[in-house]
C-alpha cells in the first residue's frame, strides 16, 4: 500500500475511533443524563464510596473527564463537597481504565449485530429513549470497527524500514516518548481513544512493550490536563477538582517514570501478548494510584484550592465587561438592528439558562444564599427584556419594511416570553425549593425521578429553541413543535402516576402533592413558552393554523399534528 494511502486508512480509523467514543458518551448523556447526575450527587460511603460512584460512570460514559466535569459543576453550586468530587474523578480514571480492557478484547465478531441493532433503533424508532439507546449499541459497534481498521492499517508497518528507527529511538529516550504522548492525549481530549490505539500498534507487533510503558504513563498524565483545561472559566472550588486530581496523576506518572529507568519490567508480569500487557499495565497504574491517593483526597484537594486562591479584581476591570449586544448605532439601519437584537436575545437566553440549570440541584438541597443568588439573576433577564422592547420600539420610528416590522415584533415576543420563563423560575420554582428545604421535605423516588427526566426534556428544549431562534431552519422549528405534545404527554403520564402513589399510600408523595404538581406544571409551561419561537418560521411556511380548528374537509394533518 502506498504511503500515503496508509496514512489516510489510519488517520481515518483514528478519527472513527474518537467520534465513536463520543457518541457512545453522548448517547448515555441524552438517554439517562439526569440519572446519572443525580447518581454520583446522592452517592454514600466516603470516599471509597465516591471513589465507586465514579468508577460507574465512567464505565457508562466512557469518559472519566465527563464525570470530572459532573463533580466540578457539582462542586460549584455547593452540592458537592471537594474532596468527594476529586475521589469520584480518581475513581473515574479506574473506570475509564476497565473501559479499555473490555473494549481492547476480540469482540470483532460483534461489529455486524452491533451496527445492525445501533441502525435499527436509531432510525426506526421515533421514542428519545430508543434512540439513544441504538446510538449507545452503534458507537460501540463504530469503536470495535475502528480498532480493526487500525489493526489493519498498521499491519504493513512491520516492514517498514522507518518504523524501527522511531521506535529505537523512542524506547531509548522514555522522556520524550512520555511527553509526546501525554501531548497527544491532550489533543485528542481521550484517554480511551489514546490507550486503545496504542494497544492496537503494540498488538500488531509495532510497539514493543518497553517503548510503550512511558507511553502509557505519558497518556495517564495527558489525560490529567484535559479536565484542568475545560473547567478553566469556572470557580476556583470547582477547578480545584481536576487540579488536585493532575497533581495526584503527575506525581505517579513522574514516579513511575522514574521506578522504569532503575526496575525493569517483567512482562509476564502484565500477561501474555502485546496489547494485554499495555492495557493491564494501564490498569494497573489507575488501580494502585486510587489506592494510594483516596487517603489524602482531603489534603491534596486544599493545596489545589491554594494553588487556586482567587486574586481580588479591580472595579474598573468588571466596570469594563460588555452588558449588552444592543448597538444603538445600528437603529437606522434595521437589518443590522435586528442582528443586534437577536444577539441580545441570546445573552437573555443564556442568563434564563443559567437560572433553570441548576433548578433540580437546588430543590435536592441548598440554602437561601444559594437560592438568592439564582433568584438575583431574573433582574438581569428583566433588564434585558426592557431594553430589547425599547431599543426594537426605537427602530420601528423609522422606515421600515414589513418584513422588517415583523420580525421586529416577533423578536419582541421571544423576550416577553423569556422574561415570563424567568418569572416562573424566580418566582414559583425557586420559592418551591426553598420551602422544600426548609420543610426538609423529600419527594418519592419515583417522582423525583420523574421531575429530573421532565427537567432534562425542558433544558434541551431551551437550547434548541435558541439555536432555532439564530438559524431559522424549519426542520428544527418542527421538531421544537412536536416537543410541545410530548411534553404535554410527559405532563399527563406524571399526573396520573402521582394520583396512583397517592392512592397506594406513599407519604413522601401525599407530603409533596401539591409541591409536585406545581413544579411539572412549571416545567410544562416553561416549554410552552419555548416552543414559540418556532411558530413564525412554521406560520411563515405554512405549516401551522391560525387555530386548533380546522374547516370540515380542510387538508391541516401536519398542521394540526405541529399545533
Known sequence: MHPLLLLLHLAAAVMLLLWAVRMVRTGMERAYGAALRDGLRKAQGGAAGMALAGAVLAVLLQSSTAVGLLAA??????????????????????????VVRILSMDLSALIPVLILVGCVLFLKFEGRQ???????VLGIGFVLLSLQMIGEA????????????VIGYLQGDALTAFALIALLTFGLHSSVAMILLLATLAGAGVLPLDAALPMVLGANLGAGFIAVWLTRDMAPAARSIPLGNLLVRALAALGGLVLLALVPVNPDWLGTGGAAQLVNAHLAFNGLLALAALPFVRPVYRLAERLLKEKPVPEVLASQRPQSALDRSTLALPGLALASAKRELLLMGETVEQMFRPVMDLMAGADGERIGAVRDLDTEVNRRHRDIKLFIAEMTRGKLSEDEARRGLELTDVAINMEHIGDIIAKTLLPLADEKNRLRLSFSDEGWAEMLRLHARVLANLQMAMNVLISGDTQSAQQLMREKEAMRQLERDSHARHLKRLQTGNADSIATSNMHLEVVRAFKEINSLLVTVAHPILEEQGLM???RLAEPGQETAEALRLA
Open 73 to 98: 459543576g457539582f462542586a460549584a453550586t455547593g452540592l458537592l463537597g471537594g474532596a468527594a468530587g476529586l475521589a469520584a474523578l480518581i475513581g473515574a480514571d479506574v473506570g475509564s481504565a476497565l
Open 130 to 136: 430508543p434512540r439513544q439507546f441504538g446510538r449507545i
Open 154 to 165: 498498521t499491519a504493513p508497518l512491520r516492514q517498514s524500514q522507518v518504523l524501527p528507527a
Open 545 to 547: 393554523l391560525k387555530s
